[in-house]
């Protein structure tokens, strides 16, 4: 048809735009040198702006588009918009315990002093956070680190996972937890899951003894399954309870031999009704 | 006669743009007539449905809309569009009539919406090399408020010797209303500048459901199409193609079938598109009737055209 549009066709000199994709990511941010004296240099930068670098991976994530192609292979863009993606869940993933270290930062170097009398003042009014909410993050933050440091997963490490072992922290202190931790994710055959480190926690004997502990995790981990090729999928519901009975019951008799227990009368009460369900129990199986 | 440019522009997505305007290239390309659709849309939907290897899914190499705007800021002597334009003009797929030619869009166009240069005119400007070569020109415009590329687009449309339109494809749902209004706020905000003599073609009533449930609140909102007015442009209803829904559906929606100009909801019209094939190649009754309909429209803007 058209003789114009073949006339100089190939002969304008013109040449494809050299710009990449309008939704590629960015460049790295660049974070400044640290202050003389710094002690941590480490990711100790500060960015320009409140929100500038989440304002940056939000402009970096593509918009949802429609598939490209029906190939099984991923063309150059696909996988660059994949990279992306997968860049944002990391932050998503990784950004509790950052924040965690962020909200020490404000509160122990006093960042907040020019606007807010407290570091509670501050949370709530910047953050609409509450103080456990700000003090839970804190707690995590340093815990995740030194998970992270002895997780065989890498840096797999959940804020899941943290939260479920934070009660071992604050009653033995961070190297219980990290133990607690280790001696689940180190043997053999286990897939560490939040639902696992919680019924491990629930075994934790009260009074700390690492080398008790160790044992009576890893009796715990034959015990259900969950060593040699086990994984928590393989528990039933049954276990999972009798588990968490088991350690109660054992926990309280602790206290009692201890003489920290309640009233007499309340105890006495309480082994009555407990011996009449156990009976019903056994009656159920004949 | 210079050709029929038609730009069909909604602020609002999804109300039927690339369908009218790959509709009404597959029609007029059916009769013979030289067809260039541009693709000012940075998702491409129009040039990938027109079988065009677009650098996301075929030719990484081929030439787009994007290099025809682009400028380097190093340039000191910039390319004409007029000599570049040749290069951008690329033949349907082989499925269209050998008479359509898309100037197409790419993924990396939206990097134009915030180009510093002043490329607004450029296509417009390339378009005098060429627009001799086409009855019909049109536009398949992003959904947008203005911005460069929209501005690029209604700019070309008008044309050199004036009397571009634009065509507002509206769903008869608050969405293609909403879409109508703003449409017709940058079609003023065009003349009061870039392009004074852009006229408003045609509200095209699109994707209209025969869904019987829905059929109330489409003929309340086609109601308002008619009765609502713009203080410049005039009576919506003056603009709207075609004569109201009847007040009350018959339950076969036999009557609806005498409203001309309408453009139905059919699933015919989304799997031409998913096999990239014009919708003058479907089979089938519905196709048939959605093929009756875009010729209707373009009849009707022919007409309007020669009687200017």
């Known amino acids: 048809m058209s003789s114009l549009i073949k006339q100089g066709r190939g002969r304008s000199g013109l040449s494809k735009a050299p710009e990449g994709d309008p939704a590629a990511p960015p460049p790295e941010i660049a974070l400044p040198e640290p202050r003389p004296g710094e002690a941590s240099p480490g990711a100790g930068g500060v960015l320009a702006a409140p929100g500038e670098a989440v304002e940056r991976l939000r402009e970096a994530v593509p918009r949802p588009y429609e598939p490209v192609s029906d190939g099984d292979l991923l063309g150059a863009q696909e996988r660059r918009d994949l990279t992306t993606c997968e860049a944002a869940l990391e932050h998503l993933r990784l950004a509790f315990w950052v924040a965690g270290r962020a909200l020490q930062v404000i509160r122990d170097a006093r960042l907040y002093r020019e606007a807010h009398a407290t570091f509670e003042d501050y949370c709530l009014d910047r953050w609409s956070m509450s103080r456990p909410q700000a003090y839970r993050l804190i707690s995590e933050w340093s815990l995740a680190e030194r998970l992270l440091a002895v997780s065989p997963m890498g840096d797999k490490v959940s804020e899941r996972h943290v939260r479920e072992l934070l009660p071992v922290a604050t009653v033995h202190g961070d190297d219980a937890a990290e133990l607690v931790y280790a001696t689940v994710a180190q043997a053999d055959g286990v897939r560490v899951t939040a639902e696992l480190l919680r019924d491990v926690v629930a075994i934790v004997p009260t009074q700390w003894d690492p080398a008790a502990a160790v044992l009576i995790i890893r009796e715990f981990l034959d015990r259900d399954g969950q060593g040699d090729g086990g994984s928590v999928g393989r528990r039933s519901p049954f276990q999972t309870q009798t588990t968490r009975v088991r350690t109660g019951l054992a926990d309280l008799a602790t206290r009692l031999r201890k003489g920290k227990g309640g009233d007499p009368e309340q105890v006495r009460a309480f082994v009555a009704d407990a011996r009449r369900l156990l009976d019903q129990i056994e009656q159920s199986m004949s | ?308």
């Open chain 2, 1 to 308: 006669m210079g050709a029929l440019r038609l730009a069909e522009y909604s602020e609002k997505g999804g109300v039927g743009k690339t369908s009218v305007t790959n509709g009404l290239a597959a029609v007029a390309g059916d009769r013979g007539m030289r067809v260039l659709v541009i693709d000012l849309d940075s998702r491409a939907t129009a040039s990938k449905e027109l079988g065009v290897p677009i650098p996301e899914i075929g030719d990484p190499e081929i030439f787009t809309l994007n290099d025809l705007l682009y400028v380097n800021p190093g340039d000191d002597d910039p390319l004409d569009p007029t000599d570049a334009i040749a290069d951008t003009i690329h033949p349907a797929g082989e499925s269209w009539p050998s008479t359509v030619r898309v100037l197409p869009g790419e993924r990396k166009l939206a990097n134009r919406e915030a180009d510093s240069g002043p490329i607004e005119m450029r296509l417009r400007q390339g378009l005098r090399a060429v627009a001799g070569e086409f009855d019909v020109i049109l536009f398949d415009l992003p959904p947008r408020p203005s911005g460069k590329l929209v501005t690029a687009g209604l700019a070309a449309a008008e044309g050199e010797d004036g009397g571009g339109g634009v065509l507002i494809p509206a769903t008869l749902t608050t969405d293609g209303l909403d879409g109508v209004t703003q449409a017709l706020r940058t079609v003023k905000q065009m003349r009061q500048g870039y392009s004074p003599t852009l006229s408003v073609a045609g509200i095209v009533r699109s994707i209209v459901p025969r869904d019987r449930e829905l059929r109330a609140i489409h003929r309340e909102f086609d109601r308002q199409l008619f009765e609502r007015v713009d203080p410049k442009l005039g009576p919506w209803g003056e603009m709207v193609l075609g004569e109201p829904l009847p007040a009350v559906a018959s339950s076969s929606g036999e009557a609806d079938a005498d409203v001309r100009y309408l453009v139905r909801q059919y699933a015919i019209r989304e799997e031409a598109r998913f096999a990239q094939v014009p919708i003058t190649s479907a089979p089938g009754r519905e196709a048939k009737r959605l093929v009756a309909t875009y010729g209707e429209i373009l009849d009707l803007l022919l007409k309007r055209k020669e009687n200017r």
